[in-house]
């Protein structure tokens, strides 16, 4: 438990975000949050926090502020914006971001916070919302080291797996790099569940068969049950992870790599948002592979 009665706002309360705000209310943190969806700020008052009816407000009340966004436009417009954190009478000694966004953007954000006296780490997380939940994701953070240093007790809260990669930007390069690898991970997972299948195999034996072989990974326990059954509530989003991509692809680019297996990959995530499937758990891609003939 937290021995202050230090209120840390949260700002972004989807998935990740409410999870991490659930984290911080059980170590004794006071909780102040915002969202774009009211429902999620009564979401939280019902677990023991305060709502905030916007960025600025929110940082009237919290030192330290954690973001959980979708793009590193929304995360400008929620810091910079009318009515934004940067609004306020106060400004927060440390802003600490978990949205995956475009590295480059986001080393030219910490740079003008640091012209404005904040700190600013962008502290990626890989996991679901049920590993932040469980105090079982990890997370990567870029920023300065004194900054890190500073947030070792929230760190603490999130997970006992967290690295601090180097300057910011870094948490959203690993993020990138990681999560390129993880979607391939669940891709390979959902064609081979499928070529299974069609080869006449019990699925659930052939799981614990993947569990027991060179061929395992994670994903296997993450989304393997889910695939079998087709239990698509979201844990993370079809459309969330296209978006990272998408980022994966255009970083790539910049450096002239070329990328083959994501571009697949990219393609299967598309067939799914065409399917009306953009906000199941990305488990559903195993669909857009059994649609391929």
Do not use: W
């Not at 949260?10 to 998935?15: A, E, K, P, S, W």
């Not at 502020?65 to 979708?70: E, F, K, Q, Y």
């Not at 480059?104 to 997380?125: C, F, H, M, P, W």
């Not at 069609?198 to 068969?209: A, C, M, T």
């Amino acid at each position: 438990m937290s021995t202050t009665n230090e209120v840390i706002g949260v700002i972004g309360l989807g998935l990740v975000g409410s999870a991490l705000a659930e984290r911080l209310l059980a170590r004794g943190y006071g909780v102040v949050g915002y969202d774009i969806d009211p429902q999620k700020c009564q979401a939280l008052v019902e677990r023991g926090g305060t709502g905030a009816p916007s960025p600025a407000l929110v940082a009237e009340q919290a030192d330290r502020i954690v973001l959980s966004l979708l793009t590193t436009p929304i995360v400008l417009e929620v810091l910079e914006g009318p009515d934004g954190v940067l609004s306020a009478s106060r400004k927060p000694t440390v802003i600490l971001d978990t949205t995956t966004g475009a590295p480059n953007e986001t080393e030219a954000l910490a740079a003008r916070l640091a012209e404005s006296g904040v700190a600013y780490l962008d502290a990626t997380i890989s996991g679901s919302s049920r590993q932040v939940r469980d105090g079982a994701a990890t997370l990567m953070v870029g920023g300065l080291p004194e900054a890190f240093a500073a947030c070792s007790d929230l760190f603490a809260c999130f997970s006992d797996r967290v690295f601090h990669l180097g300057p910011a930007g870094s948490g959203s390069r690993a993020k990138l790099a990681t999560n390129l690898i993880l979607g391939l991970n669940r891709a390979v997972l959902a064609e081979g569940l499928v070529f299974a299948e069609r080869l006449g195999l019990n699925l659930s034996v052939f799981l614990e068969v993947l569990r027991n072989s060179p061929a395992y990974s994670v994903a296997v326990d993450t989304k393997g049950e889910r695939m079998r059954t087709g239990e698509f509530t979201p844990e993370s989003r079809v459309h969330q992870h296209k978006k990272d991509v998408e980022l994966i692809l255009a970083c790539a680019e910049a450096m002239d790599q070329g990328l083959p297996l994501s571009r697949v990959h990219h393609a299967l995530l598309t067939e799914a948002l065409e399917a009306g499937e953009g906000e199941l758990d990305n488990a559903v891609i195993i669909q857009s592979i059994r649609r391929r003939v």
